[in-house]
């Protein structure tokens, strides 16, 4: 059974990061609009996307905790003696969902606020202009003068190896996890699989990593891959990388049985408790009306102009969706950038190399701009400053001051390229970073900027020094 709506002048199809960020943004700027989510009536769950329920929000709490665990046992290096200290995993999944809570009904205000209409259930395109939502009570179909999709994604599988939620963990089950296994298997050394390795190792889980691409965090620059192996190898956490999963099978005791190929073409063989896949994700563009309109996809992903549209007149798409990195503030960023561009307002393409990417584990992970070897690809002059934060005065007052920060930048004109941290707090410290790129900044702007004393960011102040060899503290 249909029902009439009134119209719209957009319809947002997805409440993660991207969609509700698109609908505010258009409801400022005076559209009437409606947000599409099949699981907005869902118990426990309700608006935010996967990030807020199955992603960032939920692991970083995690990681905070044990984050917290791992400095209360070394407070005794800070003159604070303590004893008894141990993990109480119910209460870090009540301070967890706690927090996604919180995070849910701020974006129910935010919509209230904004007076943006919210359907649950399951939003289809049936015309670029129309939208049906369907619900266990019916359908309902909504008039529109455009459409922003932001569907999101979800896990991948292996092709030999799927998820089932027992045993073979994806992050969407781990993140609803009540307990803590004795040891695990993590697939896949990306900012996931390395978050969940760092995490689970400090609350006491016996980890092994395994990539199969010649490093861990691949996409960062190749010292901080180095950096990060030897951290985590130094902190229990075994480490493979050349290394493929080949077979996942379940032992007389309800163990599994992991084999694998080395580097060298050896086998390696674990038992543990769970395997975790972090393999990636894949659009959900499937069962949303795209074949049927004609729009555009390569390899399951939406194509897409810098200002978000498709080819479909009327049809834009963000987040992950979109062949653009996985990233929350990406998502919001296209987010704003459609309905600027459906308002009709001067909005500006995402340049996809000033695009932060953070990861959460211990030491923590943050980039911008381009790696050494991505500069010298580009055919930069390449030039390169780095400082360790263990010099500085405030690191020697953190619980870990392991890492650096690297800066790259070109010889002629000395403008910053890139900047690769890797240490406490760096994904706070990112930031200047990309205000640095947005400016076109060259490494002796940033030197003369005063950096305060003592803080972790006159790290990136020496870095900048330390390109051209007059760095005062190296």
């Known amino acids: 059974m249909s029902t009439a709506s009134p119209a719209y002048d957009v319809v947002v199809l997805g409440s993660g990061p991207g969609g509700y960020v698109a609908a505010i943004r258009c ?30 929000i939920p692991t970083k ?30 209460a870090v999944v009540k301070f967890r969902d706690k927090v996604v809570i919180k995070g849910a009904r701020g974006v129910e205000y935010l919509m209230k ?20 939502v369907a619900t266990s009570e019916g359908t309902t179909v909504l008039e529109t003068k455009n459409v922003i999709l932001a569907t999101g994604s979800v896990p991948r599988d292996l092709p030999f190896l799927k998820a089932d939620g027992k045993k073979i963990l994806n992050s969407d089950h781990i993140l609803k996890s009540t307990s803590i296994p004795k040891s695990m298997l993590v697939i896949g050394s990306g900012a996931v699989g390395s978050e969940f390795a760092s995490c689970y190792a400090r609350y006491g889980t016996k980890t092994v990593l395994v990539e199969v691409l010649p490093r ?22 075994e480490c493979w990388v050349k290394t493929g999963v080949k077979t996942v099978t379940e032992n007389p005791d309800g163990t599994l049985h992991v084999t694998a190929e080395t580097a060298d073409g050896k086998e390696k063989a674990w038992d543990v408790e769970n395997v975790l896949l972090a393999v990636g994700r894949r659009p959900v563009t499937e069962g949303i009306g795209l074949a049927e309109l004609g729009v555009k996809t390569e390899r399951g992903y939406v194509v897409v102009d810098g200002f978000q549209r498709t080819n479909v007149p009327g049809v834009y798409a963000i987040g992950d969706i979109v ?38 584990c211990d030491p923590e992970v943050a980039s911008i701009g381009l790696s050494e070897a991505k500069a010298k690809e580009r ?16 690191s020697a007052m953190e619980h870990t001051n392991e890492g650096f920060v690297k800066i790259v930048s070109e010889k002629k004109y000395d403008q910053i390229l890139g900047v690769h941290i ?9 930031a200047e970073a990309g205000a640095l790129l947005r400016c076109e900044a060259t490494t ?10 003592p803080t972790l960011s006159e790290a990136m102040h020496e870095a900048a020094e330390a390109v051209n060899g007059h760095n005062i503290h190296g």
């Open 27 to 56: 409801a400022q700027l005076g559209l009437k609009t409606a947000v599409v989510e099949k699981d907005a009536k869902t118990p426990g769950i309700g608006l935010g996307g996967t990030c807020l329920h199955r992603g960032c």
């Open 422 to 430: 890797i240490g406490p707090h760096a994904t706070e410290l990112i």
């Open 113 to 132: 606020k904004n007076k943006i209409d919210v359907y649950a259930g399951w939003g289809m395109l049936l015309a670029p202009t129309r939208v049906s």
């Open 323 to 360: 062949m653009m990195p996985w990233l929350a503030h990406v998502a919001s960023a296209a987010g704003i950038v459609a309905a600027e561009a459906i308002a009709g307002v001067d909005t500006h393409p995402i340049n996809l190399d000033q695009i932060p990417g953070c990861t959460y």
């Open 216 to 237: 861990l965090l691949p996409i960062e620059d190749e010292e901080i891959s180095k950096e990060i192996e030897k951290s985590f190898k130094k902190k229990g956490i």
């Open 379 to 394: 055919g930069h002059d390449v030039k390169v400053g780095r400082f360790n934060f263990m010099v500085l005065a405030k």
């Open 444 to 453: 002796e702007e940033m030197i003369r900027t005063i950096h305060a004393h």
């Open 61 to 90: 709490a995690m990681l905070k905790s044990a984050t917290l665990l791992d400095e209360t046992r070394h407070a005794a290096d800070f003159g604070v003696r303590t004893s008894g200290v141990e993990l109480d995993f119910p």
